[in-house]
T-cell receptor, first 115, second 110 residues
Framework: GAVVSQHPSWVICKSGTSVKIECRSLDFQATTMFWYRQFPKQSLMLMAT?????????EQGVEKDKFLINHASLTLSTLTVTSAHPEDSSFYIC???????????FGPGTRLTVL | QKEVEQNSGPLSVPEGAIASLNCTYS??????FFWYRQYSGKSPELIMS????GDKEDGRFTAQLNKASQYVSLLIRDSQPSDSATYLCAVNTGFQKLVFGTGTRLLVSP
């Protein structure tokens, strides 16, 4: 299957700081990428859909000014958690849609801990 | 009503047995269906995709789709302890994004 990378794999930051997470499709072009959040023992929650060259579409209840998404190229999307607080601590996972295969592949995830 | 439903489990099977995981969905217009495996603390991994009615086999895995009854299933033959994970059913309803079920936890005992 196609490979999606995420960086960093984990990050610890102080409350009030901003954290940027990168998601890259390594061997295919992804016009659409998705950002999910998963709390312990809970299911995946879609936060937003990121389309290359256009604004992201956020799910209901997700603050677009807090979770900034940029999809500047066909292989890179970034999620910036602005002014992070302890309740933002979670496992953030991106996925990328391979148009040719019509399949969605996940990155390894980023574990964010906000102190 | 949830769009994609799965029994949360756990489903316990002995090593070597067949594990049967089921999923129902509500949108009749759904076009493509996927099974992901997620180990604890890891991200989901795509294991099967299916697009038309019937069975699709890949190694020890068989996906089954019945659009008339709106269900998808995943059979794992010769289950191994390493198959112990949460299995997520996902459905593409035609709006790019996948709708996920909450997952079924599978436990394979040695």
């Amino acid at each position: 299957g196609a490979v999606v990378s995420q960086h960093p794999s984990w990050v610890i930051c102080k409350s009030g700081t901003s954290v940027k997470i990168e998601c890259r499709s390594l061997d295919f072009q992804a016009t659409t990428m998705f950002w999910y959040r998963q709390f312990p023992k809970q299911s995946l929650m879609l936060m937003a859909t990121s389309n290359e060259g256009s604004k992201a579409t956020y799910e209901q209840g997700v603050e677009k000014d807090k979770f900034l998404i940029n999809h500047a190229s066909l292989t890179l999307s970034t999620l910036t958690v602005t002014s992070a607080h302890p309740e933002d601590s979670s496992f953030y996972i991106c996925s990328a849609r391979d148009l040719v295969l019509d399949e969605q592949f996940f990155g390894p995830g980023t574990r964010l801990t906000v102190l | 009503q949830k769009e994609v439903e799965q029994n949360s489990g756990p489903l316990s099977v002995p090593e070597g047995a067949i594990a049967s995981l089921n999923c129902t969905y509500s949108d009749r217009g759904s076009q493509s269906f996927f099974w992901y495996r997620q180990y604890s603390g890891k991200s989901p991994e795509l294991i099967m995709s299916i697009y038309s009615n019937g069975d699709k086999e890949d190694g020890r895995f068989t996906a089954q789709l019945n659009k008339a009854s709106q269900y998808v299933s995943l059979l794992i033959r010769d289950s191994q302890p390493s198959d112990s994970a949460t299995y997520l059913c996902a459905v593409n309803t035609g709006f790019q994004k996948l709708v996920f079920g909450t997952g079924t936890r599978l436990l394979v005992s040695p």
